[in-house]
């Protein structure tokens, strides 16, 4: 009988924890496989991580804002799979993953304006598909034909459209086409040949070049409007792309020439009046920046090469070549494009600069699956800290299934083997504390009004030495999640090859990887590439409870994701329904009782230099400068969210008295009472997709050594940007690599055109 294999699982974030619940979903995994998970300090989660603070009303401590996508399909899978086989009864909390996971459809931007700062907010259509079904991503073919459909949708409903009257008049290109009975001209035109619209499009086509290379750059938009031909050629040149575009991707060429010139009499049109009309300005900047996408996507030759042909270029970068209009480039749209996946400079001060960078496929990839082919919502919302919706119900049910969680283990080193330097030798780790003995190992979740949770900090009552692990947690810092902590651990130790692991599965981000893989990255190329190239930055967080409604501060419609606000704090979400999830007392003075919970994120400027882990008091500088940063931002800002929850005397400044504190501090002295957090630990960093650098992130399966394999967002996954669904894509192909399962990863390969 064979020995099963020996796999170390180094880190608890979503990419190794998905790499555990997918190599255990296997029949008769334990036949094959032995496998224990390694987590520094005492939750699983990584940059997902949760907690519940006891000592004030278990409230939910989160590392930021998060929110699932509606494309996220790999993710959701195997969160109905582990739902399923938890089997929470009827009635409990979050009992099923769709009571856990809600659909969210407000979003929005803010928008900088000469006037100031102006909400920019849509509603999202919600459709019947359920997210984690199963279904194949759609093809780049099909994508860039729904965006056809979009853009001409927007036109239709933008002012720039064109009248009922005109729209009933028909488009003159389909007049040639001849009724046969009275049916609408949409079924005549989809019944004209292939050649009847090509000969459509180059007669308009030809009389359009006609007018814009002669005197209409003379007399401008008005010749066009004079001779009945504005808004209603316009939406001719759409609806003949789309009639194209439906038929087959043989008519490129033609459909670029349409929408070049709707592009540019779109620009005619608008440019006197952009700067002083805000409806149109918006639908100006929607339409111009999905026609540029159209453009520069054909003339790339995306359908037959892939986005990935795109990641030489920086986003903004590719929108100038293809012609996009400055104030589509800087618009709101385009920087929160930016914020939502970090793509700052880290050594930015103000976070978002002309520094910022992202890769322009990866992005229009996002974005495409974000817009155009989500399932159920755009967006869904958890209904409790991340922690609680998705880390726990994986831990419980992987310790069900027989996986070993070795929780206080901070790894520290992979060092390679020397006698067979294609593989890892040992893996050095530091056991932080010791477990007491005879309660049979750490429990590390606690009971919030029924729900399993993970808390803010370590149950001291199951560590020896707990008491004093507490009393200098803060004082101290023995906090075991940071790199400058001044705990001294309880023993290092090493695990061997052949005889603790035989393969190692590395869940760790790839911040803390310079030092984890010093050895690798000194000796292998590709591993030096990846670490240098593939860059990282700092985040920061702010959760506030405010004792009026949402409406009570002045928000006057629905919950909203709100992106690309002022600087630091760019991103902020209600996330009111955690209330319910918390324990507050029933009665309580209205000053001590949360009905709003507001988080914010954004990117936090590194430090200069960043100090070696001797420097115990860098994390409490680094918390000062967050909440230093808060309460400067939370003086100049609130009122675009809150209008009512302002001073009387200072519009602009928040009402500090309307903080939730039970501490009955008053001013800003309650602004101690809410929760900041500095990611600034190696492993929290956020990955960023810097242009050029997608080819250096290293695959799941292709670490370059035989027994180690990459599991995490910042590998070579098919999406190749930071968030859950990257994240769960590279769990399942490093359990794929391992043991050939799952063979499907949904999205992993653009679906491209053969020639």
């Not at 292939?194 to 005197?215: F, N």
């Not at 004082?475 to 902590?485: Q, T």
């Not at 808060?630 to 100049?636: D, F, G, I, S, T």
Request: net charge negative; hydrophobic share 40%; aromatic share 10%.
């Amino acid at each position: 009988m064979n020995t099963p294999q020996k796999i170390a699982i180094l880190g608890g974030g979503v990419g190794a924890v998905v790499t555990a619940f997918e190599l255990t979903s296997q029949p008769d995994w334990q036949k094959r496989y032995d496998i224990t998970l390694y987590q520094m300090g005492w939750r699983l989660g990584g940059k997902g991580a949760s907690g519940r603070n006891a000592e004030d009303h278990q409230r939910i401590e989160e590392h930021g804002i998060h929110v699932w996508l509606g494309f996220y399909e790999n993710a959701f899978s195997a969160m109905r799979r582990c739902y399923s086989e938890l089997g929470r009864n009827p009635g409990q909390p979050l009992a099923t993953w769709d009571e856990a996971f809600k659909p969210w459809k407000y979003v929005g931007v803010t928008e900088d304006t000469p006037k100031g700062w102006v909400l920019w907010i849509e509603q999202f259509a919600t459709n019947p598909q359920t997210p984690g079904s199963g279904q194949e991503c759609k093809p780049l073919w099909e994508l860039m034909v729904e965006g056809l459909v979009l853009i001409a949708h927007a036109f239709g409903t933008s002012p720039l459209g064109p009248s009922t009257d005109e729209t009933e008049k028909g488009c003159c290109c389909f007049r040639r086409c001849k009724p046969k009975n009275k049916r609408c001209k949409e079924e005549e035109a989809d019944e004209a040949s292939d050649c009847e619209l090509v000969t459509c499009a180059e007669e308009l086509l030809v009389k359009l070049d006609m007018l814009l290379s002669g005197i209409m750059l003379d007399v401008g938009h008005a010749l066009l409007d004079a001779i009945g031909m504005g808004e209603r050629l316009a939406a001719e040149l759409l609806s003949l792309a789309i009639r194209l575009a439906k038929r087959s991707h043989r008519h490129l060429h033609v459909i670029t020439r349409l929408l070049s010139h709707f592009r540019k009499w779109l620009w005619h049109k608008c440019e006197p009046l952009i700067e002083r009309n805000t409806v149109l300005r918006r639908s100006f900047i929607v339409l111009d920046l999905g026609v540029t996408m159209l453009l520069g996507c054909i003339a790339d030759d995306v359908l037959f090469l892939g986005l990935g042909v795109l990641d030489r270029y920086d986003f903004r970068e590719w929108l100038r070549k293809y012609g996009a209009q400055r104030i589509t480039v800087d618009s709101a749209l385009v920087r929160g494009s930016y914020e939502l996946p970090f793509a700052h400079d880290p050594s930015s001060p103000t976070g978002f600069s002309e520094r910022a960078d992202i890769a322009a496929g990866v992005l229009i990839r996002a974005m495409a699956k974000t817009l155009l082919d989500y399932r159920g919502s755009i967006f869904f919302q958890m209904q409790a800290g991340m922690g609680d919706v998705v880390f726990a119900p994986f831990y419980q049910v992987l310790k069900q299934r027989g996986v070993k969680f070795e929780f206080f283990h901070k790894v520290r080193a992979l060092h390679i083997d020397s006698s067979d330097p294609t593989q890892i030798g040992s893996i050095e780790i530091e056991r932080q504390v010791n477990v007491k003995s005879g309660i049979g190992g750490y429990e590390p979740l606690v009971d919030v009004k029924g729900l399993p949770c993970w808390p803010s900090l370590p149950l001291f009552d199951q560590i020896e030495d707990g008491d004093k692990l507490r009393e200098g947690w803060d004082k101290l810092n023995y906090n075991l999640e940071s790199r400058w902590s001044s705990w001294t651990p309880v023993e290092t130790r090493a695990l061997r090859k052949g005889t603790d692991f035989d393969l190692v599965v590395l869940g760790i981000s790839l911040g803390a990887l310079s030092e984890i893989c010093a050895e690798l990255v000194l000796t292998n190329g590709r591993w030096r590439a990846m670490v240098e190239g593939v860059t990282t930055v700092q985040t920061l967080a702010m959760q506030l409870w405010l004792s009026p409604t949402l409406a009570g501060l002045g928000w006057t419609g629905a919950p909203t994701i709100l992106d690309a606000y002022a600087q630091p704090f760019n991103t902020y979400a209600d996330m009111s329904q955690l209330i319910e999830r918390e324990v507050w007392p029933a009665q309580s003075p209205a000053s001590e009782t949360p009905q709003t919970v507001a988080y914010f994120c954004g990117a936090l400027a590194d430090a200069e230099p960043i100090p070696p882990p001797s420097d115990h008091d860098f994390p409490k500088r680094e918390y000062a400068r967050v909440a230093l940063l808060a309460a400067e931002w939370l003086r100049k800002n609130p009122r675009l969210i809150w209008p009512q929850a302002t001073q009387s005397t200072n519009p602009d400044c928040l009402n500090w008295d309307l903080l939730v504190d039970d501490h009955t501090q008053s001013g800003i002295a309650r602004l101690s009472a809410q929760y900041f957090r500095a990611n600034i630990d190696p492993s929290e960093r956020y990955v960023r997709s810097p242009k050029g650098t997608t080819h250096l992130r290293l695959y799941a399966g292709e670490s370059g050594y035989k027994n180690l394999y990459l599991a995490g967002d910042w590998t070579r996954t098919g999406l190749d940007v930071g968030c859950v669904e990257a994240a769960t894509m590279s769990g399942m192909q490093a359990s794929r690599a391992i043991s050939g399962y799952p063979q499907k990863v949904v999205g992993e390969r653009d679906s491209l055109l053969s020639r």
